[in-house]
């Protein structure tokens, strides 16, 4: 069952690299008490996620929190070596959370997973953003096509602040 506006989201966990290693979150920790803007792409470094997807978010960013957001969270079906890797290579600013579900048990359990295998991918997130407040979703944008950001940039999710 794929997850709709109006939902709470399911308890998952994260894997984060922070100063002193790697950390587990939990939706609790991510989402609880927070407005958040959640980007979801297929895989870290492939071309679309990062040359489209993330400079949509970036260039948006300091008007999204402008709007009342308390965090940016990017969630990808990588490890957290990976992801902490992508975090470094283009978040030169630190305006984003980067959520590793190596397992996609997040992606999974909010019924949003893509079977990109035939492309040597695996199993991976379909591409969309959503806006969640205190765990609970109030905008989503599933991209219909995970080669394009035509709905879930960053510019989108701002413009329905």
Not at 60 to 88: E, L, Q
Not at 141 to 159: C, H, I, R
Request: with cysteine; charged share 25%; glycine share 10%.
């Amino acid at each position: 069952m794929t997850i709709k506006v109006g939902d709470k989201l399911p308890e998952a966990k994260f894997r984060v690299m922070t100063a002193e290693g790697l950390q587990v979150r939990t939706t609790d920790d991510v989402f609880k008490g927070r407005k958040v803007a959640l980007f979801a792409v297929p895989g870290a470094y492939t071309g679309t996620c990062h040359k489209m997807h993330l400079p949509s978010i970036f260039l948006n960013a300091d008007a999204i929190k402008g709007k009342g957001v308390n965090t940016i969270a990017i969630v990808s079906v990588n490890d957290a070596f990976v992801m902490n890797a992508w975090k470094r290579d283009t978040d030169q600013r630190d305006e984003a959370t980067f959520l590793a579900d190596g397992n996609a048990e997040f992606t999974r359990a909010i019924g949003m997973e893509l079977d990109a295998s035939g492309n040597g991918l695996g199993i991976r997130s379909q591409r969309y953003s959503m806006l969640v407040d205190d765990g609970v979703i109030k905008k989503l944008n599933l991209e219909p096509a995970p080669g394009k950001v035509e709905v879930s940039g960053g510019d989108t999710l701002l413009g329905q602040l």
